[in-house]
């Protein structure tokens, strides 16, 4: 096996730093005995295996910990054993593509890859799994980055530069490209109610046009921003990549509101303000819109995902929402994004929130609790509000292990490639390197 390391500078010091080491050596150990949370897969990379593998990976790169390393290749077997004996959807953080991720990921990052030729390839019968699917039209499944399209463009992302990775991508965006509307203002995708959340559904009863990361159009435009660097469909990704940031950008709400964006938009509703988190909110959206602007070279849209990021970077903690330490809407994913930008600009009041919400990320550790003490805040079943152990990458311990890695160490977090917080290198020739 072989470690590799990426430029990146730590971000946290002293006794803030000493408390982080503390943490990742207590999730090390707690996540040895750890299970996925019920009702999920075993297998999968919101909370599962493959998610908890990307943590012992990251963890043995950035302290050539043998031991860290054995576990990420454990935990990354079991996952390809489940994969092989039990049916998974075809979604990103759900499903079988985000373990095939997740093995291509760290083929690259840790262990020794095959050579020559007539080196066998485990993952291409995922990417032809998934080509008949996706060479069908029209689409009937979703468009968004958790269980759609856009979640599909990832894994096809970090499967370039190889034939059948460019040809996934060519149809993700002639597949995006058709589900597309074009509007006075740009292009977007609609969510009809029959597709929402029965809690959404209850609110906006015609449907809406979506503007989070995780579930709506911020989420398409990193992935048609990586076509074009790559030089994939560049004939249909740019106009579609163009059009919908400026559909995008035309969301933004008067100044003085209590955040930049809408969790969606409706010309029939009253917008309604987010919370600071990776999902919904400003936070993604400004760092979606950096990692696009510096892969095309937008300058115009790097300005105004700075903008955007240091009107979340001055939001009243009051205000923000955050509950729990997770990063999907936790505050280790807001101290994650915030120092992702900083390392990209060198924005120091970026370097300062992200430091901030590190250390909240800290005091929502419940010592003596499983799973490190990280519990996620959700509305149950019942409509009851509630903590849960988790030790999932999403919303659980494992993905805290990795932001906090990603602030103490100088390893790139390169894993939050998944998270469309970054995009993989391309050549000077235009294909992914």
Same mark, same amino acid.
């Given at each position: 096996m072989r470690f590799m390391t990426r430029t990146w500078h730590p971000l946290l010091t002293g006794p803030l730093a000493d408390r982080a080491s503390r943490t990742l050596r207590e999730i090390a150990e707690a996540l040895s005995g750890s299970v996925s949370r019920d009702g999920a897969s075993l297998a999968s990379l919101a909370? @599962? =295996? +493959? @998610?908890?593998a990307l943590f012992y990976a990251y963890l043995a790169i950035a302290t050539s910990d043998e031991a860290a390393a054995d576990r990420a290749a454990e935990f990354l077997e079991k996952a390809a054993d489940e994969l092989a004996n039990?049916? =998974?959807?075809?979604? =990103?953080y759900a499903g079988f593509p985000g373990v095939a991720w997740t093995m291509e990921h760290l083929q690259d990052l840790l262990f020794e890859s095959p050579e020559g030729e /007539? /080196? *066998? $390839?485990? %993952? =291409? *019968? %995922? $990417? *032809?799994a998934l080509l008949g699917p996706l060479s069908r039209s029209p689409w009937l499944g979703e468009y968004d980055l958790i269980g759609g399209l856009a979640g599909l463009g990832v894994y096809a992302l970090e499967r370039l530069p190889r034939p059948s990775a460019r040809t996934l991508l060519e149809r993700v965006v002639e597949r995006l490209a058709e589900l597309s509307e074009e509007m006075e203002e740009g292009s977007a995708w609609f969510t009809p109610p029959e597709r929402l959340p029965e809690w959404q559904r209850e609110i906006h009863t015609r449907g809406n046009y979506n503007l989070g990361v995780a579930h709506g159009l911020p989420g398409v435009v990193p992935v048609l921003a990586g076509a074009c660097a790559a030089g994939v469909a560049v004939e249909r990704a740019r106009p579609l990549l163009e059009s919908s940031v400026s559909f995008l950008l035309a969301r933004r709400l008067p100044p003085g509101s209590e955040s930049c964006f809408a969790g969606s938009y409706a010309p029939w509703e009253d917008p309604s303000p987010t919370r600071l988190a990776w999902c919904y909110g400003d936070l993604g959206i400004a760092a979606a819109l950096l990692a696009s602007a510096r892969v095309v070279g937008n300058a115009e849209w790097e300005r105004q995902a700075m903008d955007i990021a240091l009107t979340a970077a001055a939001r009243d903690e009051s205000t923000s929402r955050v509950r729990d330490a997770g990063l999907c809407h936790g505050a280790s994913g807001v101290g994650h994004l915030f120092n992702r930008m900083f390392q990209a600009t060198g924005e120091e009041r970026l370097a300062a929130a +992200?430091?901030?919400?590190?250390?909240k990320t800290f005091d929502f550790q419940a010592p003596g609790e499983p799973? +490190? @003490?990280f519990r996620a805040w959700e509305v149950g079943v019942l409509g009851q509000p509630g903590w849960r152990p988790d030790a999932g990458f999403l919303e659980g311990a494992a993905g805290v292990g990795l932001a906090l890695l990603g602030a103490v160490s100088s390893v790139e977090p390169a894993w939050d490639r998944v998270l469309l917080l970054s995009l993989p290198p391309v050549s000077p020739e235009g294909s992914s390197g």
């Open positions: 909370s @599962g =295996l +493959a @998610g908890q039990t049916p =998974l959807p075809p979604h =990103l /007539a /080196a *066998e $390839d485990p %993952i =291409l *019968e %995922i $990417d *032809e +992200a430091r901030f919400w590190f250390e799973v +490190a @003490g």
